[in-house]
């Protein structure tokens, strides 16, 4: 691979607080070039979300186009997460774009004739999978012209954060998920725990980042505020936890990955209880004889993902305070 020429990056997001961040970093990176923009419905309504991407490249400069998808799950009704983000998504500070507004074709033809002009392109999910999902139902052949796809969603092996055992992305649409990670997609799950514990934007950190004081610093913090008192009722946790923006530095600087295995990987559809868990085939028990009618479909027609367990905590926080400046 030539360092000299960025690779291209196609974002799906249902642009909220931390996907915003997020595509600072991606925007505002040397390493990339952000080929399309598209937005599903998930933290909020596709339009807002929509809206809120359009803010973003306006932000930054850019002049990436954003396309507007999936307005509900596959066969689901829409459940938001505006109790965690704010109503519009952005901690309801009244951030508007004011020129850009989004292209005509929708989301998933854009990803279809993005990645067909674009073999190899990396893709990267910061919200439900509908979008995706749907590209692969119309052409199940496109996963062999991706040459990464790095998944924030799921709760490998450890809690959920929107019911006990499941990732909000992976339970607002587990019927996507499950379509996706059936896949032949060469997938990066970095699940929502990663952005937990010593990955938070600590209260020093809020300030060095303010202190910064560009438009980026501002933005990433206000925009977050609501999002990071939700996380202080919903976890304990103080600061401000970025899952988006931890995927999206991962997907940047792949070296911050520091312990990831390969494992069959799948989603629950059918129990209430359990909806959207991620299950991981750790111990490699999925091909026994007990197990191989249940797995059947992930043996036969999908592959095996990486899972990354372990990120090098002080180059994510690098990596966003260089976004950030």
């Known amino acids: 691979m030539n360092p000299n020429i960025a690779r291209k990056i196609l974002i799906d997001t249902d642009t909220a607080s931390d996907d915003a961040v997020a595509l600072i970093m991606a925007l505002r990176s040397p390493d990339v070039s952000v080929q399309a923009i598209t937005v599903v419905a998930g933290n909020v309504s596709v339009e807002q979300g929509t809206r809120n991407a359009l803010y973003t490249v306006e932000l930054c400069g850019a002049s990436v186009p954003v396309f507007s998808g999936a307005a509900a799950p596959l066969i689901r009704p829409l459940e ?18 004011k020129t850009r507004v989004p292209e005509d074709v929708l989301a998933v033809d854009a990803i279809v004739r993005t990645v067909e002009a674009n073999p190899g392109i990396e893709i990267i999910t910061l919200g439900p999978l509908t979008n995706l999902a749907l590209a692969l139902r119309r052409r199940p052949d496109l996963a062999s012209s991706i040459g990464r796809c790095v998944v924030m969603g799921g709760a490998p092996c450890c809690e959920g954060n ?34 937990r514990g010593a990955a938070v934007v600590s209260g020093r950190e809020i300030e060095e ?16 505020e609501t999002a990071a008192k939700a996380y202080l009722t919903q976890t304990g946790e103080e600061g401000i936890a970025l899952p988006d923006p931890t995927a999206m530095a991962i997907l940047l600087d792949p070296s911050l990955s520091l312990v990831a295995s390969a494992h069959y990987m799948d989603v629950q559809v059918d129990s209430g209880i359990t909806r959207g868990m991620s299950v991981i085939d750790k111990l490699g028990v999925a091909e026994d004889a007990r197990n191989r009618s249940v797995w059947s479909d992930v043996l036969e027609h999908g592959r095996k993902h990486t899972v ?15 976004a950030l400046r």
């Not at 938001?80 to 774009?97: E, I, M, N, T, V």
């Open 162 to 195: 929107v019911t006990p055992s499941s990732e909000y992305n992976f339970w607002v649409d587990p019927e996507a998920a499950r379509i996706v990670l059936r896949s032949r997609l060469p997938i990066e799950l970095v699940g929502w725990q990663l952005s």
């Open 308 to 322: 990354i367990w372990e990120m090098d905590i002080s180059g994510w926080k690098q990596a966003l305070l260089r």
């Open 209 to 224: 980042i303010l202190a910064l004081k560009t438009r980026f610093g501002e933005f990433a913090i206000r925009s977050n």
């Open 80 to 97: 938001d997460a505006s109790w965690f983000h704010g109503r519009d998504g952005l901690g309801d500070q009244g951030y508007q774009p």
